[in-house]
């Protein structure tokens, strides 16, 4: 509803402002030109967010410095905050990152982006840069069409800063023409009121733009061709400020709660640091010219006065909360707590995660420890095994032997209910993200569907026999009793190995290789126990025929649960090959299989 009264104001006001003035399409052509130019740096630097910037925010953001240096270097870097706080949002839903690394990331975000303000305000309004933006949009544009990535990237970033150049030209140009036909700054308004409109204002400009570095250039912009005063130019930067939190909040709004809480953490830092910068303006102005006094910046070069400001409420603003970034990850933590999801819902797959090949690979890797988690319930209900004992330290032929119950539990209905619809999710939701990885990342994705299959067919194969286990286990006949339970030991140890290790990956890689061959031992038809047990006429003919069909199907899960646990136990965006973890003996099994 918003949305279809917001736009077509937006459409009337430029009509009406394209009317009075020529210079004023100017103006707005710059911006759009601007705004352009941020689209293609940003698809730019996604083209090489595949496994560089991922194993660096990884392994650059588990200490809180380490967060806000992060924050503050990719966003100088990159020139866009918009484009951290999606990766970081990215990031976070698909659990790489917890919510006080991002909280951080966000924080230096917010210092990053000043350094936009000093290269307009020093280095923009100075130089001739539509001179420079013309090879960059013409080797650029030549780059994009290359097959190669990296080329293609290099192109899209050329491009992109050639058309940022290309629009802070057109607005320095149009505001200097637009002041020969109406003097905004005969608009402008003083004191404290002017402080909160043109507050205001900035926050409603970033808004619209989705962008505060466009906001801040058409401030400086405006600023150098006089048509607003310096003092309500603090204003509006401080708004722009506050506006770009909408970044964050419209990019969460596809991510599940973890990227919820961070956009809200984005929020109340933001309006915290705006506040801050409008009770202590008094106290800012002077520092303001303390420190260009310092750097020996001219009385009158408010644009870089401007650039001072914005860098000075940014860093204290920053100073003051990071005391507060734990207690603060705690309380949205609390106030904004999971729901109680179905277990049937997935809980990782969502369309912030597919901004970036790799976190929509950790988020399908996680979405398959999730459906593990509801097969785990299930598998345990047909075993007749209780989970707290298998995450228990006691020996595990102990608690088998005393964990027995004889209630069927209908796995078919818990199927549909627990099982099936996740698993559709993961395939559907693979499919789609497929289309943006590369060839190797197609490759363990195909495995981990593959992981999902087993894990699906585990719950069919243990259907298959709970009715024999139930039956089996209370048996009076000790032999069948003990080769039953022998099966649920196997099953148990190869579950607790997997429940166990799932956070060492390099400690159970040598244990499911044992693990392995310790299946391969406990078949009873090579290693001749099924002939002993009938030939000695311990069992029955029924109860050898009903062990013979089990022993293969309890096979089949302890493979298919190794095959799973060999593929999903693994850190896919850091690096890390599935083929270091597996025993490469069985890969043409998982081909196949």
């Known amino acids: 509803m918003i949305r279809r009264i917001v736009l077509p104001t937006i459409f ?73 706080s999606v990766i970081t949002i990215s990031f976070l839903s698909a659990g790489l990152i917890t919510l006080v690394a991002g909280i951080g990331i966000i924080f230096g975000a917010n210092i990053g982006t000043t350094t936009g303000a000093w290269l307009v305000a020093a280095f923009g309004l100075k130089v001739k840069i539509s001179a420079y933006a013309m090879p960059m949009l013409v080797f650029g544009i030549i780059l994009v069409f290359q097959n190669s990535k990296n ?57 619209v733009m989705q962008s505060s570095h466009a906001t801040l250039v058409l401030i400086i912009t405006a ?47 933001n309006v915290i640091t705006g506040l801050i910068a409008i009770v202590f303006i008094k106290q800012f102005l002077w520092g303001v010219e303390t420190v260009s006094a310092m750097l020996g910046i001219a009385a009158d070069d408010h644009t870089l006065k401007l650039a001072v400001f914005h860098t000075l409420f940014n860093t204290v603003g920053v100073l003051v909360m990071i005391p507060f970034i734990t207690k603060m990850a705690d309380v949205l933590t609390n106030k904004l707590p999971s729901s109680e999801i179905a277990s049937s819902q997935a809980l990782y797959l969502n369309d912030s995660v597919l901004e970036l090949p790799d976190t929509a690979l950790k988020a399908i890797l996680n979405e398959t420890h999730h459906l593990f988690e509801n097969a785990l ?35 078919l209905t818990l199927y549909q209910q627990r099982i099936k619809s996740l698993y559709g999710q993961i395939i559907d939701f693979a499919t789609r993200a497929q289309s943006r ?136 965006p850091q690096g890390l090959r599935i083929e270091d973890t597996m025993d490469m003996e069985r890969l043409p099994m998982l081909a196949t299989s």
């Open 223 to 269: 600023l150098a061709a006089g048509q607003v005063t310096y003092e309500n130019a603090l204003a509006l930067a401080i708004g722009a400020n506050i506006g770009t939190t909408i970044t964050a909040i419209l990019g969460s709004l596809s991510a599940n709660i973890a990227g919820k809480r961070l956009a809200a953490a984005h929020l109340i830092f």
């Open 151 to 207: 080329l293609k990237g290099i192109g899209y970033v050329l491009a992109g800063m050639g058309f940022l150049f290309l629009g802070i030209h057109y607005m320095k140009e149009g505001f200097s023409s637009f002041k020969e036909t109406i003097d905004l700054a005969e608009y402008a308004i003083i004191g404290f009121k002017g402080l909160l409109v043109f507050t205001g204002i900035g926050v409603f400009a970033t808004v």
């Open 377 to 411: 319930e299930l598998i345990c209900h047909g075993l007749a095994l209780h989970r707290h004992d298998l995450q228990s330290e006691h020996e595990v032929d102990d608690v088998i032997v005393k964990s027995i119950y004889t209630e069927k539990v209908d796995l």
């Open 437 to 572: 990885m590369s060839s190797d990342q197609i490759q363990l994705l195909y495995q981990v569907k593959l992981a999902n299959r087993d894990i699906v067919e585990v719950i069919k194969d243990t259907q298959d026999m709970q009715a024999n286990v139930l039956s089996f286990v209370q048996s009076d006949n000790e032999y069948i009793r003990s080769e039953y339970h022998a099966i649920r030991v196997q099953i148990a140890k190869i579950l607790r190995t997997i429940l166990h290790h799932r956070a060492d990956i390099r400690d159970i890689s040598s244990q499911l290789k044992e693990t392995y061959a310790y299946i391969e031992d406990r078949d009873i038809v090579a290693n001749g126990t099924l002939d002993r047990l009938i030939r000695n006429g311990l069992i029955t003919d029924k109860m050898a025929t009903s062990l013979m069909n089990d022993s293969a199907f309890a096979y089949d899960i302890c493979i298919k649960l190794l095959d799973m646990a060999t593929i999903t136990l693994l850190d896919v």
């Open 12 to 84: 009337a006001l430029l009509a009406y402002g394209f009317w009075m003035s020529p210079d004023f399409k100017e103006i707005a052509a710059g911006v759009s030109i601007f705004l352009f130019g941020m689209i293609f740096l940003e698809e730019g630097f996604k083209a090489f967010t595949g496994g560089i910037l991922e194993k660096f925010l990884t392994r650059s953001t588990n200490t809180l410095w380490k967060s806000l240096t992060f924050g503050t270097v990719t966003t100088t870097f990159m020139q866009s905050s918009s484009l951290v």
